[in-house]
């Protein structure tokens, strides 16, 4: 997971340099709603893509392959698919690839290089569970085909600087807590909740949540003490100020607040570099508990023959 995450300014500049795929891709968009589907850390993704295409004017929104599969809101005439996955098509979005294509629905997959059905591609398969640059990547990808079809997000050509320095900042020391680390965003950056406590699961195996700030607020937060600790993501824009005084509220009760800011490259293209501090906050948190951050939990006896019952 360290050695892929180091790697990401590299693969972020690649894709840059490789602009005309994504801009032919976008061809397929145009002038159709958008709906964009994936599961755990493409769930977020393709939230982060919906954010990123309505900025262009296009009506996105992302749907859970499952729940289109077994019969919820999914692709029809006049709308386009985009299926994210980091290694290839999983059981339901398979299931929604081959109904989108049948009722005639431009798809476009987004995923691994050399990966089955892939039509935009991010990085090569990641040795670790904890996808971290195949996230970045479709996230960049995503920024492409929105500025393609006239979103303006910022300087895109920045964020891989702006990744690289996080990276290279100390740690933001955000310790092990006694019982829940809780994240909290505004905007886009509420998905950049929702993948933090998804990483500092699947890494440490430590109970996290993450949500929108104003979510947060109204239940959840009651249930902090100084048992628990906060990451509030800020990545600017008109969330900010409520992401402040939710923040103080929760100190005051007693809880650790982590406060965590880049606001430099705008609301939108801040994911880039807040996905990167909360990725490490994962890997740090699995690392001071001795958990594998590659191994997904296999390496607690017995997991994997659990885990391996089920079809992905």
């Known amino acids: 997971m360290r050695a892929t995450m180091a790697r990401q300014p590299d693969e972020l500049r690649r894709l840059l340099a ?18 964009l589907a994936g599961t755990g850390t493409s769930w977020h993704a393709a939230n982060h893509g919906a954010w990123m295409l309505r900025a262009a004017g296009v009506e996105a929104w992302a749907i859970q392959p499952m729940d289109a599969a077994v019969g919820g809101v999914r692709p029809d005439e006049g709308d386009a698919l985009v299926l994210l996955s980091h290694t290839g098509i999983k059981r339901y979005s398979a299931e ?13 997959a987004i995923g691994g290089i050399g990966r089955p059905g892939v039509d935009l591609e991010t990085v090569e398969r990641e040795r670790s569970s904890a996808y971290t640059a195949s996230h970045l990547a479709a996230l960049l ?4 085909l929105a500025g393609a079809l006239g979103a303006r997000l910022g300087e895109l050509d920045a964020v891989p600087d702006a990744v690289a320095a996080e990276l290279a900042r100390p740690s933001r020391g955000v310790a092990v807590p006694e019982r829940l680390l809780e994240y909290a965003g505004a905007g886009t950056n509420a998905w950049t909740a929702e993948e933090g406590a998804l990483k500092v699961r699947e890494t440490a195996r430590l109970a996290s949540e993450g949500l929108m700030v104003e979510q947060f607020l109204h239940g959840p937060a009651v249930a902090l003490d100084a048992r ?11 969330g900010s100020e409520r992401l402040e005084e939710v923040a103080a509220v929760v100190e005051a009760g007693g809880a650790r607040v ?4 880049a606001r430099e490259l705008g609301e939108q293209l801040s994911i880039f570099p807040l996905t990167v501090a909360v990725q490490r906050i994962a890997l740090e948190a699995a690392e ?13 006896p017995g997991r994997r023959a659990i885990w391996e019952r089920l079809t992905l």
């Open 258 to 261: 982590h406060r965590i800011a």
């Open 141 to 144: 990808r995503l920024a492409q």
């Open 18 to 35: 490789d602009g005309g795929a994504a801009e032919r891709a976008a061809e397929r968009l145009a002038g159709r709603r958008v709906l």
């Open 288 to 300: 001071a508990l001795g958990s594998d951050p590659d191994a997904f939990g296999y390496e607690v």
């Open 96 to 108: 929604l690839r081959e109904a989108a294509r049948a009722a005639g629905v431009p798809t476009l």
């Open 228 to 238: 628990d600790a906060l990451v509030c993501l800020d990545g600017g824009g008109p």
